[in-house]
């Protein structure tokens, strides 16, 4: 039955995070893998979402309200000014909004930047629409954008620059100045920006979040996509939207409405009372996320990571493996499930080695790639694992005792 497959279908074999998960799931491991809330979403968001069933809006329904209200936000958080009667598309989560806007703006050949580690939703979409991802790595420990490896990236087939700020799976969040290179960049080789700004409200410290649309010359090439899921802790509820240009928003809307008709009717209707929310709940966000983050990463240092940057943003703390540790992140994860029942991500999910690299003063194909990369040093990709702490202090609580029972003498997990 397999020859009946698209080639599509073909290209898309299960990762070793999802073997993991299954091992997790037998093991009912603790998970800090999977980037969703543990505990309850607010009371009166829920109550909104029961009122609307129980009023029946339970059929396929467009809720223009809502897209008053994004526009609302986005003038309020971002200043920029956009018709919502035009310029948004409601969706059914951020991932189907990215999903249309790839399906909306890519052609095949085009070539589409991303920042590596990556979130691995991005690559596929990108090449279900023919496109083809170039992979601009951020430089570790502090993930730090090189401006020249950058702007090298660039060809006559470059289409898009992907940005994910907050950063998942490093918590980084963008500076002005790599901002502004990017803005820059775009605007000079006149290509689009798409954004995941899923984290915009999960900022940490005195970092803040700001769009990339906010900078001169960018609203008109930047499509933002954005969702209620992190921030009201509401992934399942899959309510997200574009905001963009409105040829390329109307787009959009014609690719949704072609695969999911609608976002679910009673959940847009509760949306509305979430995108209503005081400032003050933005800021108890911040400050409840912040002590969960800290948490995390004494726990994790307890138990011998090494923690070289503090997120900045987001919901994951990426550690690298302890010193002595000879294991791959693979292998690590599959034994701390095992061991610890503890359920984390390994980082070679996110990193990626095989698309064109920058070397020089041009971009190479694919097929200059190997000896390239076999003079630089790649073996920091096998020594990431992501954790997720966006959880109750109780799963924090109990993922710490059962890694602190398997520490030793030299204060390191010992999973042997």
């Known amino acids: 039955m397999e020859g009946r497959l698209s080639r599509a279908a073909l290209a898309l074999k299960p990762s070793q995070i999802q073997e993991l998960s299954l091992l997790a799931q037998r093991s009912n491991a603790i998970n800090l893998a999977e980037g969703f809330p543990d505990f309850p979403a607010p009371p009166e968001l829920k109550q909104a979402a029961v009122d609307a069933i129980n009023s029946d809006y339970n059929q396929y329904r467009h809720v223009q309200e809502l897209c008053d209200y994004v526009a609302r936000r986005a003038k309020e958080i971002h200043s920029i000014?956009?018709?919502?009667?035009?310029?948004?598309?409601?969706?059914?989560?951020?991932?189907?909004?990215?999903?249309?806007?790839?399906f909306a703006t890519i052609n095949h050949g085009d070539e589409v930047l991303l920042f590596d580690p990556a979130y691995e939703t991005y690559e596929t979409c990108i090449a279900l629409a023919g496109g083809v991802p170039i992979y601009v790595e951020l430089d570790p420990p502090m993930w730090t954008l090189d401006i020249k490896r950058f702007r090298e990236s660039f060809t006559s087939r470059t289409k898009a620059v992907v940005l994910n700020s907050p950063h998942n799976p490093t918590g980084k969040v963008f500076t002005i100045d790599e901002m502004t290179a990017i803005a820059g960049a775009c605007c000079d080789m006149d290509c689009l920006a798409i954004t995941d700004e899923v984290y915009e409200h999960?900022?940490?410290?005195?970092?803040?979040?700001?769009?990339?649309?906010?900078?001169?010359?960018?609203?008109?090439?930047?499509?933002?996509?954005?969702?209620?899921?992190?921030?009201?802790?509401?992934?399942?509820?899959?309510?997200?939207?574009?905001?963009?240009?409105?040829?390329?928003?109307?787009?959009?809307?014609?690719?949704h409405i072609k695969l999911t008709d609608s976002a679910p009717a009673p959940f847009q209707e509760a949306a509305l009372t979430a995108l209503r929310s005081p400032p003050g709940f933005f800021e108890a966000l911040r400050t409840d996320y912040q002590k969960r983050r800290d948490y995390a990463v004494k726990?994790?240092?307890?138990?011998?990571?090494?923690?070289?940057?503090?997120?900045?943003?987001?919901?994951?703390?990426?550690?690298?493996?302890?010193?002595?540790?000879?294991?791959?992140?693979?292998?690590?994860?599959?034994?701390?499930?095992?061991?610890?029942?503890?359920?984390?991500?390994?980082?070679?999910?996110?990193?990626?080695?095989?698309?064109?690299?920058?070397?020089?003063?041009?971009?190479?194909?694919?097929?200059?790639?190997?000896?390239?990369?076999?003079?630089?040093?790649?073996?920091?990709?096998?020594?990431?694992?992501?954790?997720?702490?966006?959880?109750?202090?109780?799963?924090?609580?109990?993922?710490?005792?059962?890694?602190?029972?398997?520490?030793?003498?030299?204060?390191?997990?010992?999973?042997?």
Not at 221 to 249: H, M, N
């Open 81 to 102: 000014v956009v018709d919502p009667l035009t310029d948004i598309a409601i969706c059914c989560g951020q991932t189907e909004a990215f999903a249309a806007t790839i």
């Open 202 to 255: 999960v900022t940490f410290d005195t970092e803040k979040h700001f769009s990339l649309a906010t900078l001169p010359g960018m609203q008109n090439r930047t499509i933002i996509t954005s969702s209620l899921s992190k921030t009201f802790s509401v992934t399942g509820w899959r309510i997200g939207w574009a905001i963009a240009p409105a040829v390329i928003a109307s787009a959009i809307k014609n690719i």
């Open 299 to 416: 726990m994790l240092a307890e138990v011998g990571f090494k923690v070289h940057f503090k997120p900045q943003g987001a919901f994951f703390i990426f550690a690298e493996l302890p010193e002595n540790c000879v294991l791959s992140d693979v292998e690590f994860v599959a034994k701390l499930i095992m061991r610890a029942g503890v359920a984390a991500v390994p980082g070679c999910g996110f990193f990626h080695t095989g698309s064109r690299i920058c070397n020089g003063t041009h971009s190479e194909s694919s097929s200059m790639r190997g000896s390239l990369e076999s003079q630089r040093d790649l073996s920091y990709k096998k020594r990431y694992v992501r954790f997720a702490f966006c959880k109750s202090k109780a799963t924090l609580d109990a993922a710490a005792g059962k890694m602190n029972e398997l520490v030793n003498k030299e204060g390191c997990l010992n999973l042997d």
